[in-house]
């Protein structure tokens, strides 16, 4: 394995802008009340109905499943939803693939619970949903907060229904710094985050936006209705989730997850990710799996799901057919 070395203090700022922050779409909230949900709670998550499958603790998801052939799983970035997966859904929906997204507990049009907003959580929501529609063969991808359930869910409920896994722009396989993870961002920035979703939280959800799509590097062109999407979909996402989400993808250790990974995998990343810097994340983890391959975008960001869209797309149905 070659060595990585430690992000200079511009990345660290970089960090410190927005790496709280993945994912972009539409949401609105919709659908069963948190309370009512609760009464549905059974030892066995309950059989899909429509959009929406209720996990064995009550909590109502919300998932789009379209299309029908080889199944792709999409698991969102923080604090949006399934929708920030459109683009690619639709495409390789164009191309013969079955295209699975949900809503994480939470955010989007799931149901807010009090509890449950961390990777185990996370991972055996998803396996319940997988389970339910009795997904095989299926290839799991992840963005950002994404890449770190799409990891956890292997390493908890194995390969099995596993053909390929693809991290995009991911938080994996740890961002904080600890005397094991040297190259980490120190806990006090992401205890800045937490701050800001009390203090402020519209406006943050607003401001990241510059960073994320890289609208703050010159003659960059900036799309005021991304801006606004993002916008949307952050503040559709419950408070909860967006409070006690920064903890769990910033302080969850993904090493020993990525490590259990034997299926093909594709990681892709931005050069210039300002949120989660290249550097501490797409290559350690290239190192951690042991069939990954790893494609740099020069000058990317971490909105490569929108911004890069065209080359993402093509680059994961080629993923895909390989």
Do not use: C
């Not at 792709?72 to 693939?97: I, K, R, T």
Request: charged share 20%; proline share 4%; no cysteine.
């Amino acid at each position: 394995m070659s060595t990585i070395s430690t992000p200079d203090s511009a990345s660290r700022r970089n960090l410190l802008k927005g790496v709280a922050i993945a994912g972009v779409g539409l949401a609105a909230r919709a659908g069963a009340n948190p309370a009512d949900a609760k009464t549905l709670s059974s030892n066995r998550a309950s059989k899909p109905t429509g959009d929406r499958l209720i996990t064995k603790d009550g909590t109502s998801l919300y998932y789009k499943d379209w299309g029908t052939g080889p199944a792709v799983v999409f698991s969102h970035g923080y604090p949006l939803s399934s929708d920030a997966w459109e683009d690619q859904m639709f495409f390789l929906l164009q191309n013969g693939y079955r295209v699975i997204a949900h809503d994480r507990r939470g955010f989007g049009r799931s149901s807010q619970p009090s509890g449950g907003y961390d990777y185990d959580t996370f991972a055996d929501d998803l396996a319940q949903l997988v389970e339910a529609l009795d997904l095989r063969e299926a290839t799991f991808v992840g963005h950002s907060m994404g890449g770190g359930e799409v990891a956890r869910y292997v390493a908890r409920h194995g390969q099995n229904r596993v053909a390929k896994v693809a991290f995009v722009s991911s938080v994996t396989p740890f961002l904080l710094e600890t005397a094991t993870n040297p190259t980490g961002a120190p806990k006090e920035l992401f205890d800045s985050f937490r701050a800001a979703v009390q203090a402020n939280r519209s406006q943050w959800n607003l401001d990241v936006t510059m960073p994320y799509y890289n609208f703050n590097r010159p003659g960059v062109h900036v799309s005021e209705g991304l801006r606004e999407s993002y916008w949307r979909q952050g503040q559709a996402t419950g408070f909860l989730a967006a409070y006690h989400a920064l903890g769990a993808f910033s302080e969850t250790d993904f090493r020993d997850d990525l490590r259990k990974i034997t299926v093909p995998a594709l990681i892709v990343h931005g050069s210039d990710d300002q949120i989660v810097p290249l550097e501490i994340s797409a290559k350690p983890t290239a190192e951690l799996v042991q069939r990954a391959k790893l494609i740099v975008y020069e000058g990317g960001s971490h909105g490569l799901l929108h911004v890069d869209k065209d080359r993402l797309n093509a680059d994961l149905l080629a993923f895909l057919r390989g």
